[in-house]
């Protein structure tokens, strides 16, 4: 297991690597949540997360189970939009 800290939209991001053989488990948690009252619902950077996470998937050229579901669908001729 891999864990890095990075700067993310309201702090620190922590992004953790498990890597299995030809697997590879990945996630991204913030460090610090931000409420604004009267609101008890945190405000986050998931999208933030979520496009870090894609570009390091991309670059690295990792293929997601959702990915490869639809690259065989569309080979299939059953998706596409995609």
Request: a neutral charge; glycine letters at 10%; proline letters at 2%.
């Amino acid at each position: 297991a891999m864990q890095a800290e990075i700067d993310g939209g309201f702090g620190r991001d922590v992004l953790e690597f498990l890597v299995k053989g030809e697997v590879v488990a990945y996630s991204c948690m913030a460090t610090k949540l931000t409420y604004v009252y009267p609101f008890t619902t945190a405000l986050g950077d998931s999208k933030g997360q979520e496009e870090r996470m894609t570009k390091i998937v991309e670059q690295l050229g990792w293929l997601s189970p959702r990915e490869a579901l639809y690259k065989d669908l569309r080979l299939m001729g059953r998706y596409r939009n995609i």
